[in-house]
């Protein structure tokens, strides 16, 4: 795999997903199953036309079935399935492709996914490839019978523990996954995808009030100290405006965002997306709004040069100041949240500290909060 991008000034190797060793596993196999001979490379030209060859890996000749592997490589990419083996057997069958999974692929349980439930876990565009690739070799070949791939991934079971999958409803496995057929390192759209198939499940099982945090922070302190359900969440990582675009197109009735003020400190100035790689701003905005509630300048610089939100809230405590300077900077959450879905569903938003508990809430945070809790708000 020679193709890269550029990621913070570097350059970084791209990879092939698993529906692309899919692909080029069931393709090798099916042509040794039809001509009886080894095949040491396949090629395959992936959704972005990007053509590949790779070395073909523990091929079992039998003659009612062939059976191969293609090693995963994510190239640059964090990617725990860097160098899983993604295995194919192909049978001959009277007509047709039938395509199913076996020894750690997963299972669908609940609606949302890209695959219904009892299906298994295989996504449309790798389905589309494999066919693809085996009509190409049955023409290629004179071959006017049908094909069964079963696919599978001897280290999916475990490897499956370590993703979103049991959150998700996929159960036993891995999925095969790739809309390109290409791993861009570190690739945001792959994670606002990920974001958008949660949310999916989500809304297939009936949730209209959306739970979302940021990361484990959030998770962890709504738990232990709002005491509600976090099983159902959403994680965002980052992308609080793909999320909320997204809660508008799923037509979500509300959405609940529970965050550390070190994030969602950031969306008070209309920063969308929180990575620090973006906009920082968080103790501009504490330092300005402390001075528009009385602070001196000396007060504003101190928590201006604060290097963490921490320092600036105890700054604040000192000054008297937390209570009103919180209540401004969750009425300026509120303000950018509700502007980004244009009114088209309720917002809400619970900023806290792990050192300070609950700092505010927007407008309709406590309301929704008791969406949560099932049980009503004391006012």
Known sequence: MDAFTIKDGKKLRCGYTTGTC???????????????????TVTVTTPKHIVLSLEVEDISLQSHAVSCAIRKDAGDDPDITNGMLVCSTVERIDQGIEICGGRGVGKVTKEGLACPPGDWAINPTPRRMIREALEHIAAELGYAGGFRVTLSLPDGKELAKKTFNPRLGIEGGLSILGTS???????????????????????AAGQRHLLAFFG????????????????????????????????????????LLIGHIGKLVKVGQGIMNTH???????????????????????????????????????????????????????NKIDYYMNQRVHGQLITGAI????????LGYTSQAKRLLAYQQHKEVNE
């Open 351 to 358: 900023l806290f500290s792990n050192v300070y508990g609950v």
């Open 181 to 203: 057929g290409i791993v861009e390192p570190m690739s945001e759209q792959a994670l606002i995808d990920t974001i958008h198939t949660e949310m999916d499940a989500r809304y």
């Open 216 to 255: 484990n922070y959030g998770v962890d302190f709504s738990r232990d100290r709002l005491h509600i359900d976090v099983a159902q969440r959403v994680t965002i990582s980052n992308y609080v405006g793909e999320m909320l675009d997204y809660a508008v197109y799923k037509q979500f009735h509300d959405v």
């Open 22 to 40: 899919a692909t080029a596993a069931s393709k090798a196999a099916a042509r040794m199953l039809l001509t009886g001979k080894t095949v040491s």
């Open 276 to 330: 620090s790689r973006y906009a920082d701003g968080r103790t501009t905005l504490l330092a300005l709004t402390a001075m528009l509630q009385g602070a001196d300048a000396a007060v504003g610089q101190a928590i201006y040069d604060s290097v963490t939100t921490d320092e600036a809230l105890r700054i604040l405590q000192e000054q008297h100041l937390l209570s009103s300077v919180m209540t401004a900077v969750c």
